[in-house]
């Protein structure tokens, strides 16, 4: 019986828990989803005021998935790059001088031929093909850890039951930022 009740209390302390952490949360930036579902559960998370969706993934304070792993870390450190150490920073600027000078005494056409600054180095990183059987996830930027998650699969591909299933899904949190109301 001892066992038991310290199961509820731990059940219950983590519940508490998530929900400090859901509701911490108050700009969502979502990544491409398979089937268009991140289009669906943008539209219902601005209808219902839930949180402010951004499309600038700096300003968020988390990120809506329907992935984890490899490529979604890379789409968030392609997002939200990692800033460079103070010693690197002190270096780039005095080598940003020289190449200033030397770039200006070049000809402007040269420029042209440079690479992308935002290019990708895997663009399968960002394909939504074969994934996302209905998992969505919503991490946090800063600690990059999973604060909520789901499991809903739409039972067809049509915009009307992937609308359905986005507004499940908002209904779902709105529930867990929310325990105490039926």
């Known amino acids: ?8 209390c731990l059940l219950w302390g983590s519940c508490v828990l998530m929900a400090a952490e859901l509701s911490g949360v108050h700009s969502v930036y979502l990544l491409p989803m398979s089937r268009g579902m ?12 839930l949180f ?23 789409q968030l450190d392609a997002a939200l790059p990692k800033p460079a ?3 690197a920073a002190k270096d780039s600027k005095e080598g940003s001088k020289d190449t200033k000078a030397a770039a200006s ?8 031929f440079t690479d ?13 093909f074969g994934s996302g059987k209905g998992n969505v996830f919503l991490v946090d930027a800063k600690s990059r850890q999973v604060v909520w998650s789901t499991f809903d699969p739409p039972k067809d591909d049509t915009s009307k039951q992937l609308d359905r299933t986005a507004s499940e899904i908002v ?12």
């Open 171 to 182: 209904n779902r949190i709105k529930k867990d930022l929310n325990p105490e109301k039926k």
């Open 85 to 87: 150490p103070p010693e």
């Open 52 to 74: 402010r969706v951004v499309t600038d993934p700096k300003l968020a304070d988390a990120f809506f998935s329907d992935r984890l792993g490899d490529a979604f870390q890379a």
């Open 38 to 49: 991140d289009q669906y559960l943008a539209n219902r998370l601005t209808n219902e005021h």
């Open 116 to 128: 992308t600054v935002n290019k990708l180095d895997n663009p399968a990183a960002n394909s939504s």
């Open 105 to 112: 005494s070049r000809s402007g056409n040269t420029a042209m």
């Open 1 to 8: 019986m001892e066992v038991m009740k310290r199961l509820v």
